[in-house]
């Protein structure tokens, strides 16, 4: 589907702050974006399956462009859930850490492969590479992944290092927001969010001092109204569209 802007939202927004120069107001629609997405957890988006790598620990999010990642909501390898645990909690489990390939450097890495100072032809078809053979040293202290943390908002790291004994396949489910240099957020998204981000802009436009449309009684009353609709979203973001059934059981008495 595609993106509606948050220019979009100008028009509905320009009457109750009359003046306010157009860039300003979707600046403080684009905040309001950023910070709707984070207290709702509303925009989520599951990522294609990821083959992880031997010796490699650290993957980039492959996530939609203009978006971050805010909160990891599941994460799974070879179907089972990893543990997605803070920085320090990762450091204290797995104080050692991980290095690339166990620190190994790309010479010794490729040293048994015949691809780095090989004197031999290459006669294989389209100059076909050398098989790739690791050397035990890249694998030493490495195993199944059971951890999941992050050191940068771009990048997450599996601990312990992954080893080479079965093909792990990572699936990840988290909620983003926009950068703040997007310009829109998909259609069904902001339609869902429209209302929370009409109070919340402004909320902070009435606040700007000095400012001929400053009403701070009015931004009082769309803090009220941006906090009652984030509250019914974010519990609507966790039910979904789903409806449970409801059961009763009696207690024995005894």
Known sequence: MADRTFVSLVPRINPSVPGCPQPLMEQAVRNAAVRACETTLLWRHAEPEVIVSAGVHQYFYSKPQGTDVHAVLAATLNDSPLDRLTLDQAILLYPQWADLYNGVSYEELWSGSGAING???????????????????????????????????????????????????????????????????????????????????????LLLPNESWNDRELATYHARQHLSRVTERRARANLGNMRGTMTVRMRPFV
């Open 119 to 205: 004197s031999a032809y290459n006669a294989l078809a389209l100059n076909g590479g050398a098989e790739f053979s690791m050397p035990a040293s890249a694998m030493e202290g490495a195993s199944q992944p059971r951890v999941m943390t992050q050191l940068t908002p771009d990048q997450y790291i599996l601990l312990p290092l992954p080893d080479d004994a079965e093909v792990y396949k990572l699936r990840l489910i988290y909620a983003l927001k926009p950068k703040r240099t997007s310009t829109g957020m998909p259609q069904y998204l902001f339609d869902e969010l429209e209302d929370i981000l009409f109070h919340s802009a402004l909320q902070e436009l």
